[in-house]
């Protein structure tokens, strides 16, 4: 009698829906899931990182089970266990005798390249789903991509809602615009008073895992508790449904402003179940869409929300497998200063840095402006390697996979790739900065200077980085004022930026790689 069909199911692709089980006959299907040490260690994730994980892993064997399923679970810590995928997938081909082993493609190059090697190792027929759990499939991206020269998400962002009729009139956008960014920039004010959270409180499935943890993973990034993050689907749609019915509405107007020990603030945290497989997009785009119909929410907030799942989520995971794995090798800056320490350890005197980089350490996440223009902004203008910046943003947030990890941070925020994703690099002074926040007020910089002994360094080495890549951004469009202003400098005012952003450098334990 030939044996089940195998189905591997990987710690991000906890989806009822996912495509390898989907047609597959209960009584005929052994399903497969691994906790490995390979997987935990590539690099060295936050504790609730690895937390959220194993623990949403355990959940979704239980909801598998108790729909009918048969589950075969390796724990991490299973006197039997291999310590890798190919090993754990080995170890159940000689125990179960599959016929056929049904996967759905990974969500990064390095786990793919393992599948298609299974090929070649396995004694039976590997078969590798597309993950269809997004809304454009790798064609369709490479079908626009290859119709444009810029590769620009606003241009993708749009073809995206024509194509699925989100926020739509007719052919034309709904309230007559495609983008409300311009709208989406208020400063928080002193009197605002952010909305309360949904969280969860850990089960006793949950605890066994943080117990592990502690054992297991004691030197890793982060703190472990409190670990506020639900673990299952119900956990999942009850942040979704508290998101979309208390905090949508505030979600627009606020949704770049930074104020200290808020690090929630009118921010969906959805993104955490999203990239797990507890949370669909389509049905995210679909419900806020309808908060908006209704008349619950803002146009500004809706489009907001909707054009960061609809339009950069899409976007940059088409990219990051539209581009292949050379993407990861340029640095277009020619970066070369390793990261400093006060990153994993969040000992800072810069009040921003410190404040994000305190919530990165107790959360596992600051949100996105937090992310592009502080923590990202800061490793742009002290000229770090994008490889040391690409590694940590994969080990310290909860929600970080290479696929969306990678484009944002290479891209994005470090212009590594010279103008794939963004138009001009984000850099920014300390201007931005108290514009957008309360960090500067009790600060013990002086947000106003470039040259004193007690200037922001995010003012001195804007400026440095201004001035050493003159020449390299010059031809940029969106950049030509600024690089005019800093090859017309006079040479006075040029030695003393640079001499002082030499000394602030020294002053963080900045200094080239070694490597």
Request: glycine content about 6%.
């Amino acid at each position: 009698m030939p044996g089940p069909v195998l189905v591997p199911i990987l710690g991000d692709q906890l989806s009822r829906q996912i495509a390898s089980i989907r047609g597959c006959a209960k009584d005929d299907t052994l399903i497969l899931m691994m906790e490995v040490w390979d997987e935990a260690t590539y690099v060295k994730h936050h504790k609730q990182k690895i937390a959220l994980i194993f623990s949403a892993m355990r959940h979704f064997a239980d909801e598998l089970r108790e729909a009918g399923w048969t589950v075969d679970y390796v724990t991490l810590d299973d006197i039997d266990n291999a310590g890798s995928f190919t090993g754990e997938l080995a170890r159940a081909v000689e125990d179960h005798s599959p016929r056929l082993i049904r996967v759905v493609e990974a969500g990064e190059w390095r786990v793919r390249q393992m599948m298609e090697d299974w090929r070649e190792e396995l004694p039976c027929e590997v078969e590798i789903r597309p993950d269809d759990r997004f809304i454009a499939s790798h064609e369709r991206f490479a079908d626009w991509a290859e119709g444009h020269k810029e590769l620009r998400m606003e241009y993708f962002y749009r073809e995206m809602r024509q194509k699925t009729g989100l926020l739509m009139e007719g052919d034309s956008p709904a309230g007559g615009k495609w983008n409300y960014d311009q709208d989406n920039r208020k400063r928080l004010p002193k009197s605002a008073v952010t909305p309360q959270r949904w969280f969860c409180q850990p089960d006793q499935v949950t605890q066994d895992v943080l117990d592990m943890i502690t054992h297991r993973f004691p030197d890793n990034f982060g703190d472990l508790e409190p670990f506020v993050f639900g673990v299952t689907r119900h956990d999942a749609e009850a942040a979704r449904d508290a998101f979309m019915a208390e905090i949508l509405p505030g979600f627009g107007d606020y949704q770049d402003a930074m104020a200290k020990d808020e690090p929630w603030m009118w921010h969906s945290i959805l993104s955490i179940y999203l990239n797990v497989g507890l949370l669909d997009p389509l049905d995210l785009c679909e419900r806020a869409e309808a908060e908006w119909k209704c008349g619950r929410a803002p146009l500004n907030a809706v489009e907001g929300f909707i054009r960061q799942i609809l339009g950069w989520r899409e976007y940059v995971r088409g990219l990051y497998w539209w581009s292949g794995p050379k993407y990861a090798k340029s640095n277009f800056l020619n970066a070369q200063n390793a990261l400093p320490d006060f990153y994993w350890t969040g000992e800072t005197d810069m009040a921003c840095l410190a404040d994000a980089l305190g919530q990165t350490i107790r959360h596992a996440y600051t949100h996105h402006i937090q992310r592009l223009m502080i923590t990202g902004n800061f490793a742009l203008l002290a000229g770090i390697h994008p490889d040391h910046v690409n590694d940590w943003y994969m080990s310290v947030y909860a929600d970080a996979y290479e696929w969306v990890e990678l484009p944002n941070t290479h891209g994005m925020a470090l212009f590594a790739d010279g103008g794939v994703i963004a138009s001009k690099p984000y850099a920014a002074s300390a201007n931005y900065i108290n514009k957008m926040s309360d960090y500067c007020a009790g600060c013990r910089y002086n947000s106003k200077t470039r040259t004193d002994e007690d200037s922001c360094p995010f003012n001195t080495l804007y400026w440095d980085f201004l001035i050493r890549h003159s020449q390299r951004l010059q031809g940029n469009p969106r950049m030509s004022l600024l690089m005019k202003n800093a090859i017309k400098m006079p040479d006075r005012e040029r030695d003393l930026i640079q001499r002082r952003a030499r000394t602030v450098l020294k002053s963080l334990n900045i200094y080239p790689t070694k490597d």
